[in-house]
């Protein structure tokens, strides 16, 4: 698949690349998932095991990078009301709601307010969405533990180092990096196009170009994309934008042939967990019914149930099977993928972005996932429309 060329566009009216510009800065000098994500978890989970996995670990997390309250004012005073193009008003409105949401998120973590708005940036686990999860953790089967063995940080750094020279060869100012940093929850994650890696990540043989095309294919190329649109916000993602980027990645992993059984399973019990967290479970109990019942190490089942208490209770973690539905049923109405990496947005935000196309305020992606360029991905791809969501993986071989 040959990546697109770009069109001439018309350039945003004044004040609204005021905003654009202004709120992209804000944007850029922050990440509040990293704020929140606490410090050390292998040693907390020691702790917790030799604890008898009773207490609730004590959570540290990382200095704030920023003066909240400066930051509040600079964002709240930003002109958005007398912004010329009312889409790009309407876009920009919202997303200046979120970013207040989220510096308050950093100013709440560890409080009981916490909780309340993360609920309100990314919902709860509807009881749809809860019953789907317990299906598939029900009826999908772990695979069998590979032979294929696991690799390390310096395999991982290697094998990311050649997906960016891969993108490099065809986008030339394409700009990625990898670092190893102990301040992230997750074993690897994306913040700002940066990849970040933890010291200690090990993964497995098999599952590790999958899990590559999700963060780079996905995070790091709507980066890029969207670092290439008149409308900048598409670099730093519009309101609500982690549902569809989730999404994204995960499908990106079926579509590289490497979404395992596991890792569904994985999706399913994050679901399960948050809702067990805002019905009122403690930690111990959350990760007791991961473990004893949906049949997850002690180790798994301690990185799910960290995952939604930190913070003060986060449940951001329902957007990754909730966008895999989501998305899946967006494609089964025949709709192309290809348009969904010019940035980061969320599938309720597609009409106004195509309002903003016909107008020439926006261009197609610079890049296109390398795994695109797979024949079997692309039928894959033609498929996945009609695969149940507990179908959604590949067997792992042993």
Same mark, same amino acid.
């Given at each position: 698949m040959s990546d697109a060329a770009h069109p001439a566009t018309e350039p945003l009216p004044a004040t609204a690349r005021h905003v654009d510009d202004e709120?992209?800065?804000?944007?850029?000098?922050?990440?509040?998932?990293?704020? &929140?994500?606490?410090?050390?978890?292998?040693?907390?989970?020691?702790?917790?095991? %030799?604890?008898?996995?009773?207490?609730?670990?004590?959570?540290?997390?990382?200095?704030?990078?920023?003066?909240?309250?400066?930051?509040?004012?600079r964002l709240l005073g930003l002109p958005i009301r007398e912004i010329?193009?009312? &889409?790009?008003?309407?876009?920009? %409105?919202?997303?200046?709601?979120?970013?207040?949401?989220?510096?308050?998120?950093?100013?709440?973590?560890?409080?009981n307010g916490f909780m309340q708005v993360s609920i309100d940036l990314f919902g709860v686990a509807t009881p749809d969405l809860h019953a789907e999860a317990l299906h598939i953790l029900d009826v999908v089967v772990p695979d069998e533990a590979g032979k294929a063995g696991l690799v390390d940080t310096g395999d991982i750094v290697a094998a990311a180092e050649a997906q960016f020279r891969h993108y490099r060869r065809r986008c030339p100012d394409f700009s990625a990096?990898?670092?190893?940093?102990?301040?992230?929850?997750?074993?690897?994650?994306?913040?700002?196009?940066?990849?970040? &890696?933890?010291?200690?990540?090990?993964?497995?043989?098999?599952?590790?170009?999958?899990?590559?095309?999700?963060?780079?294919?996905t995070h790091i190329l709507t980066f890029?994309?969207?670092?290439?649109?008149?409308?900048?916000?598409?670099?730093?993602?519009?309101?609500?934008?982690?549902?569809?980027?989730?999404?994204?990645?995960?499908?990106?992993?079926?579509?590289?042939?490497?979404?395992?059984?596991?890792?569904l399973r994985i999706l399913a019990a994050r679901v399960v967990a948050e809702r067990l967290l805002t019905d009122g479970a403690s930690f111990a109990d959350v990760f007791d019914t991961l473990r004893s019942r949906h049949r997850f190490s002690g180790r798994a089942a301690f990185v799910i149930t960290t995952r939604v208490f930190r913070g003060g209770g986060l449940t951001k973690d329902v957007v990754y099977l909730r966008g895999l539905r989501d998305l899946i049923a967006y494609l089964r109405e025949g709709h192309c993928i290809?348009?969904?990496?010019?940035?980061?947005?969320?599938?309720?935000?597609?009409? %106004?972005?195509?309002?903003?196309?016909e107008e020439r305020q926006l261009v197609p992606p610079t890049l296109l996932p390398s795994y695109l360029d797979d %024949?079997?991905?692309?039928?894959?791809?033609?498929?996945?429309?009609?695969?149940?969501?507990?179908?959604?993986?590949?067997?792992?071989?042993?």
């Amino acid at each position: 698949m040959s990546d697109a060329a770009h069109p001439a566009t018309e350039p945003l009216p004044a004040t609204a690349r005021h905003v654009d510009d202004e709120m992209a800065a804000i944007s850029r000098s922050f990440d509040w998932l990293k704020a &929140v994500s606490p410090l050390g978890t292998h040693k907390l989970w020691d702790e917790f095991r %030799a604890g008898g996995c009773r207490h609730e670990p004590r959570f540290r997390y990382p200095d704030l990078e920023i003066d909240i309250g400066a930051t509040r004012e600079r964002l709240l005073g930003l002109p958005i009301r007398e912004i010329e193009h009312p &889409v790009v008003e309407a876009l920009l %409105a919202e997303k200046q709601h979120e970013l207040d949401r989220h510096l308050e998120l950093m100013e709440l973590r560890g409080t009981n307010g916490f909780m309340q708005v993360s609920i309100d940036l990314f919902g709860v686990a509807t009881p749809d969405l809860h019953a789907e999860a317990l299906h598939i953790l029900d009826v999908v089967v772990p695979d069998e533990a590979g032979k294929a063995g696991l690799v390390d940080t310096g395999d991982i750094v290697a094998a990311a180092e050649a997906q960016f020279r891969h993108y490099r060869r065809r986008c030339p100012d394409f700009s990625a990096e990898v670092q190893i940093s102990d301040d992230i929850t997750a074993g690897m994650m994306v913040s700002k196009g940066k990849l970040l &890696v933890t010291e200690d990540l090990r993964v497995p043989r098999d599952r590790l170009d999958a899990l590559l095309h999700h963060e780079i294919g996905t995070h790091i190329l709507t980066f890029h994309n969207g670092g290439h649109q008149p409308l900048k916000q598409l670099q730093f993602g519009l309101a609500h934008y982690d549902e569809l980027q989730e999404g994204l990645g995960v499908l990106a992993e079926y579509l590289a042939g490497n979404l395992s059984a596991q890792r569904l399973r994985i999706l399913a019990a994050r679901v399960v967990a948050e809702r067990l967290l805002t019905d009122g479970a403690s930690f111990a109990d959350v990760f007791d019914t991961l473990r004893s019942r949906h049949r997850f190490s002690g180790r798994a089942a301690f990185v799910i149930t960290t995952r939604v208490f930190r913070g003060g209770g986060l449940t951001k973690d329902v957007v990754y099977l909730r966008g895999l539905r989501d998305l899946i049923a967006y494609l089964r109405e025949g709709h192309c993928i290809e348009h969904l990496f010019i940035g980061k947005f969320s599938l309720s935000e597609l009409p %106004a972005l195509r309002k903003l196309r016909e107008e020439r305020q926006l261009v197609p992606p610079t890049l296109l996932p390398s795994y695109l360029d797979d %024949a079997g991905a692309q039928e894959r791809l033609a498929a996945c429309g009609e695969v149940p969501l507990d179908h959604l993986y590949q067997r792992m071989v042993a």
